[in-house]
């Protein structure tokens, strides 16, 4: 049956045809298409009032394309044709090259790299069709002339219909939801008609007015704009707090600490799409400059005490990350206060200290931690402070004390640090008790700092246990230097220093080395098998030891000049 292609045929009962399973289809030219159609059984003939017909198949694209066509200028419907399963082979459902003259109607294309691909073809029509689950739905590439109307391209990963470098194409009616990038992509494209389309939401981004780090509580949060958007829905840490927007901004306010994942819902009558997902960390840091502002603040915090030697203020129990500013920062007092229970972490990658006291009096650090940050605890300027039972781990500096005197540090842990334990131009503090344990370089280091008594501290594992530089009358007794990677104790241009009690074993070097250093009291202390020798002396002259020293190394020059003796006699 054969009719003209200007009848209006509609209505008809008819009954629907059974798709029957079919290789994949290839023809290049006119003289092929009418031999395929030969054999294949199409009807038709290829003109204008007799297209060639293929319909009604099932075609897996897994070897290959589904319907590939060239070359042709050739009348042909396809139509009510499934290919699936090309886009693992980087196969197209159907896939027409410099193609004019071809109408496809009610076809599927699930699965594929693109499910129509139009390359320098002209003048086809596409009605109908479903394309899905492809990279791309129809993508027009060269090609002018062509007409695309009432199909559907949902749920593709890129775009629904892409044209590039094509014109004059009627792109209507079409419906183009869930498409990961876009509905319809145009690139170096002139007079094409795109109108009445069903378009789905286009991906957006969500961005925060804070680096992922905010102090108190309150930040914008801000999204591009989602087209074909008729609202937005807001959420926290994955519960709604704002819906029906119509703006792309939210103020955030009054957050506690903690960490925050925002993201957006763009909603239309078709469909939804999310944004991306931005975490915020609301943080805690403390920056107290003064008496007066040390007494606001106690009554911001709700602090117990009144800042008197018998009722200090207390501060405790926060969790404090330095990724902004310095997490624990008091300067310019010297009001009564405790501090204890606090961590401070994360300020290294910045630079920021974990607790920074700057001439500060009548602190008292219990039980806090320190925990990658440049210093863990830093004292500048500051006197008569106690830090006692805090830990300081993963910092560059551990513990430091910077032209700050009378401080008592006692039984602290200093350990995996750059640098454990260090006095600089400090005086008259106390260390006792504290475990100063494999760190990187020094163990516990004072420079050019006086009269300190260093009393029942450890020191192991580090580079060297307790090194002195131009750091004068200090007494340091009942220490353990073991297990250094060079000396237990080694003092440099350090004078009239008493050692006395201590032990400095298994030391790679030597147990006591001193170089340039004069009128120390060196006595009772344990120095065994270290790796070079008990003590060492380098240039120094009128060193204040012990008979049992002096008798040692009597002894050592009596054997070392016999041996000569005797190896020269033999």
């Known amino acids: 049956l054969q009719t003209s292609r200007n009848n209006n045929i509609k209505d008809n009962d008819e009954k629907p045809k059974i798709s029957a399973n079919h290789d994949t289809i290839f023809i290049d030219g006119n003289n092929m298409f009418a031999n395929n159609a030969s054999s294949e059984g199409w009807i038709g003939n290829g003109t204008y009032i007799d297209p060639y017909i293929i319909e009604?198949?099932?075609?897996?694209?897994?070897?290959?394309?589904?319907?590939?066509?060239?070359?042709?200028?050739?009348?042909?419907?396809?139509?009510?044709?499934?290919?699936?399963?090309?886009r693992s082979n980087y196969n197209h459902?159907?896939?027409?090259?410099?193609?004019?003259?071809?109408?496809?109607?009610?076809?599927?294309?699930?699965?594929?790299?693109?499910?129509?691909?139009?390359?320098?073809?002209?003048?086809?029509?596409?009605?109908?069709?479903?394309?899905?689950?492809?990279?791309?739905?129809?993508?027009?590439?060269?090609?002018?002339?062509?007409?695309?109307?009432?199909?559907?391209?949902?749920?593709?990963?890129?775009?629904?219909?892409?044209?590039?470098?094509?014109?004059?194409?009627?792109?209507?009616?079409?419906?183009?939801?869930?498409?990961?990038?876009?509905?319809?992509?145009?690139?170096?494209?002139?007079?094409?008609?795109?109108?009445?389309?069903?378009?789905?939401?286009?991906?957006?981004?969500?961005?925060?007015?804070?680096?992922?780090?905010?102090?108190?509580?309150?930040?914008?949060?801000?999204?591009?704009?989602?087209?074909?958007?008729?609202?937005?829905t807001l959420y926290q840490?994955?519960?709604?707090?704002?819906?029906?927007?119509?703006?792309?901004?939210?103020?955030?306010?009054n957050l506690g600490i903690g960490t925050y994942m925002f993201y957006v819902k763009a909603i239309n009558k078709y469909e939804e799409k999310d944004s991306n997902t931005i975490e915020v960390t609301v943080i805690f840091s403390l920056l107290i400059d003064g008496n007066t502002n040390f007494n606001q603040t106690a009554v911001t915090l709700n602090l117990t005490g009144d800042g008197t030697y018998s009722n200090p203020y207390i501060i405790e129990n926060y969790e404090i990350?330095?990724?902004?500013?310095?997490?624990?920062?008091?300067?310019?007092?010297?009001?009564?206060?405790?501090?204890?229970?606090?961590?401070?972490?994360?300020?290294?990658?910045?630079?920021?200290?974990?607790?920074?006291?700057?001439?500060?009096?009548?602190?008292?650090?219990?039980?806090?931690?320190?925990?990658s940050n440049l210093y863990g605890f830093l004292l500048k300027d500051s006197y008569s402070n106690t830090l006692e039972g805090n830990t300081a781990t993963g910092n560059l500096n551990g513990i430091t004390l910077n032209s700050s005197n009378y401080n008592t540090l006692t039984n602290n842990i200093v350990t995996n640090n750059r640098h454990g334990l260090s006095l600089d131009s400090s005086h008259?503090?106390?260390?006792?008790?504290?475990?100063?344990?494999?760190?990187?370089?020094?163990?516990?280091?004072?420079?050019?700092?006086?009269?300190?008594?260093?009393?029942?501290?450890?020191?192991?594992?580090?580079?060297?246990?307790?090194?002195?530089?131009?750091?004068?009358?200090?007494?340091?007794?009942?220490?353990?230097?073991?297990?250094?990677?060079?000396?237990?104790?080694?003092?440099?241009?350090?004078?009239?220093?008493i050692l006395t009690d201590n032990i400095a074993n298994n030391n790679l070097k030597y147990g006591i080395y001193l170089e340039e250093s004069n009128f120390n009291e060196i006595s009772g202390n344990s120095l065994e098998d270290n790796g070079l020798g008990s003590i060492y002396e380098k240039m120094s002259e009128e060193m204040d030891f012990p008979d049992i020293f002096l008798i040692s190394a009597i002894i050592v020059v009596i054997a070392v000049v016999s041996f000569i003796i005797i190896k020269a006699t033999f």
């Open 56 to 86: 009604n198949y099932e075609i897996n694209a897994s070897i290959g394309h589904g319907i590939e066509i060239r070359n042709t200028n050739l009348y042909f419907i396809i139509r009510n044709v499934t290919v699936s399963d090309g």
């Open 93 to 232: 459902g159907f896939y027409f090259t410099n193609v004019t003259n071809g109408e496809l109607i009610n076809n599927t294309a699930d699965n594929n790299i693109a499910g129509f691909l139009l390359r320098n073809s002209n003048n086809n029509t596409f009605t109908d069709n479903l394309a899905t689950n492809s990279l791309h739905g129809f993508r027009i590439w060269y090609s002018n002339n062509n007409t695309l109307t009432n199909n559907t391209a949902n749920g593709n990963i890129e775009y629904g219909i892409s044209l590039d470098n094509s014109n004059n194409n009627t792109i209507s009616e079409n419906i183009l939801l869930l498409n990961g990038l876009s509905g319809i992509y145009e690139k170096e494209c002139v007079w094409n008609d795109i109108s009445d389309n069903i378009l789905g939401l286009q991906p957006f981004t969500l961005l925060s007015d804070v680096d992922g780090f905010d102090e108190d509580g309150s930040f914008t949060l801000t999204w591009t704009v989602s087209e074909n958007v008729d609202n937005y």
């Open 237 to 253: 840490n994955g519960e709604i707090i704002a819906e029906g927007l119509t703006i792309t901004n939210y103020a955030i306010t």
């Open 321 to 371: 990350v330095a990724s902004v500013r310095h997490g624990f920062h008091i300067q310019n007092t010297d009001v009564y206060f405790i501090v204890r229970n606090v961590r401070v972490s994360n300020g290294l990658s910045n630079n920021y200290f974990g607790f920074y006291l700057v001439n500060v009096s009548n602190g008292r650090f219990e039980d806090n931690t320190a925990n």
């Open 428 to 497: 008259n503090n106390s260390l006792t008790g504290n475990e100063v344990t494999d760190n990187t370089y020094l163990g516990v280091y004072l420079g050019s700092s006086n009269n300190n008594i260093i009393m029942d501290n450890t020191a192991t594992g580090n580079l060297n246990g307790f090194t002195l530089s131009s750091s004068n009358n200090n007494t340091i007794t009942n220490n353990t230097a073991n297990d250094n990677d060079q000396h237990g104790f080694h003092l440099w241009y350090s004078n009239n220093n």
